[in-house]
């Protein structure tokens, strides 16, 4: 149980278009999920928060307006990279909270690599 | 404030031998911890949890982890390594929410395990 799914695994696109990112909890609900950049070498770098049914709260540092969220149902969050430059390009990972905010441990997806040109 | 610690960039062992990939962490109360792995180019595989209990948790993959309050540490173990070992490991900590902490976890920037044939 508890599998996350992202969707597409790889994405190669050219500057300044934009691309969506899937993020689905497969077998469970999540009220929140969580998204992350990842680059070589180096831990996991929070992005934003996404509930359900509500805006996102975004990190310190992390423009809201290149990197879209939206948590449309209890299994489907996506993330928007706007006008994506090739700095843009990262692993980027979302993860998903199961039980309540006490004891919640997050299930992550298998990230999606973007690759801008 | 949360935070945790990785020293070891990368931990070297033999096939067979044991291994320990050392977390140490801060917090203002009480703290819940986890393992997560991470394989080439995946997202990361959740491997155990400390929030209550007993200070040995056993977890996925042969895996445990002894939480030591004295010594603020969450060291993860195997009795005997295998090849496939081989990954990235990070540690996550988050205060206790009766201590008025956030329920997002922080990761350590990661321990590269390589498991030497």
């Known amino acids: 149980g508890a599998v996350v799914s992202q969707h597409p695994s790889r994405v190669i696109c050219k500057s300044g278009t934009s691309v969506k990112i899937e993020c689905r909890s497969l077998?469970?609900?999540?009220?929140?999920m969580f998204w992350y950049r990842q680059f070589p070498k180096q831990s996991l770098m929070l992005m934003a928060t996404s509930n359900e049914g509500s805006k996102a709260t975004y990190e310190q540092g992390v423009e809201k307006d290149k990197f879209l969220i939206n948590h449309a149902s209890l299994t489907l969050s996506t993330l928007t990279v706007t006008s994506a430059h090739p700095e843009d390009s990262s692993f980027y990972i979302c993860?998903?909270?199961?039980?309540?905010?006490?004891?919640?441990?997050?299930?992550f997806g298998p990230g999606t690599r973007l690759l801008v040109l | 404030a949360q935070s945790v610690a990785q020293p070891e960039d990368q931990v070297n062992v033999a096939e067979g031998n044991p291994l320990t990939v050392k977390c140490t962490y801060s917090v203002s109360g009480n703290p819940y911890l986890f393992w997560y792995v991470q394989y080439p180019n995946r997202g990361l595989q959740f491997l155990l949890k400390y929030i209550t209990g007993d200070n040995l948790v056993k977890g996925s993959y042969g895996f445990e982890a002894e939480f030591n309050k004295s010594q603020t540490s969450f060291h993860l173990k195997k009795p005997s390594a295998l090849v496939s070992d081989s990954a990235l490991y990070f540690c996550?900590?988050?205060?206790?929410?009766?201590?008025?902490?956030?329920?997002?976890?922080?990761f350590g920037r990661g321990t590269s395990l390589i498991v030497h044939p």
């Open positions: 996550a900590v988050r205060d206790s929410f009766a201590s008025g902490g956030s329920y997002i976890p922080t």
């Open positions: 993860s998903a909270g199961l039980g309540g905010s006490v004891l919640e441990t997050q299930y």
């Open positions: 077998d469970f609900q999540a009220t929140t």
